[in-house]
Antibody, heavy 125, light 112 residues
Framework: EVQLVQSGAEVKKPGESLKISCQGS????????IGWVRQMPGRGLEWMGI????????RYSPSFQGQVTISADKSISTAYLQWSSLKASDTAIYYC??????????????????WGQGTTVTVPS | QSVLTQPPSVSGAPGQRVTISCTGS?????????VNWYQQFPGRAPKLLIS???NRPSGVPDRFSGSKSGTSASLDISGLQAEDEADYYC????????????FGSGTKVTVL
């Protein structure tokens, strides 16, 4: 069974750093992209960025470029999302998801077929 | 402000048909990119409901169907059931400044 398992909930102070994780299993981790999605309290889904674990090719949504860092450790099939200095506005649930689709068409035509359970990050103001 | 626009809410009685619209533009849906749909229950992760405009993954009931025309797409739920009460999001790709996946604003389906 293809699964993405995320790290547990975090409560941090403004200005602190944080790295959350997403471990894939049941498939070839290095052969598929992994993405991150933010959902702020009571709000919709926002695409943050994506990484290809085999060569660490990383692409960010313009809204999140420079705000977060996406990385991966293919030796342990794990992708990461990290912040160097958290703000109260980073309070949200963060999901990892696997983009999947017809490789002949390319990444632009993919859909998110598997999702992690979500990691709640709380940064009290 | 989401790139893809959905109605905030739709409702229907059990057994009725409801339609959720997803309106985009020439840089996303209108450019030919697929539209995908996700279902999300409160406190749960989103789940893929419809892929590539109109494909149902294994296990998704056939009362859910998707379609696309021009710069818009729709999700139809025929024979609405109580367990369909959830949030629904469309998703596509945008090749303008963002050059990224984009989600709709989300629609809350209420079963009366």
């Amino acid at each position: 069974e293809v699964q993405l398992v995320q790290s547990g909930a975090e409560v941090k102070k403004p200005g602190e750093s944080l790295k959350i994780s997403c471990q894939g299993s049941g498939y070839s981790f290095t052969s598929h992209w992994i993405g991150w999605v933010r959902q702020m309290p009571g709000r919709g889904l926002e695409w943050m960025g994506i990484i290809y674990p085999r060569d660490s090719d990383t692409r960010y949504s313009p809204s999140f470029q420079g705000q977060v860092t996406i990385s991966a450790d293919k030796s342990i099939s794990t992708a990461y999302l990290q912040w160097s200095s958290l703000k109260a506005s980073d309070t949200a649930i963060y999901y990892c998801a696997r983009p999947f689709g017809d490789r002949r068409l390319g990444l632009s035509y993919y859909y998110m077929d598997v999702w992690g359970q979500g990691t709640t990050v709380t940064v009290p103001s | 402000q989401s790139v893809l626009t959905q109605p905030p809410s739709v409702s229907g009685a059990p057994g009725q048909r409801v339609t959720i619209s997803c309106t985009g533009s020439s840089s996303n849906i209108g450019a030919g990119y697929y539209v995908n749909w996700y279902q999300q229950f409160p406190g749960r992760a989103p789940k893929l409901l419809i892929s590539e405009n109109n494909n149902r993954p294994s296990g998704v009931p056939d009362r859910f169907s998707g379609s696309k025309s021009g710069t818009s797409a729709s999700l139809d739920i025929s024979g609405l059931q109580a367990e369909d009460e959830a949030d629904y999001y469309c998703q596509s790709y945008d090749n303008s400044l963002t050059k990224s996946y984009v989600f709709g604003s989300g629609t809350k389906v209420t079963v009366l």
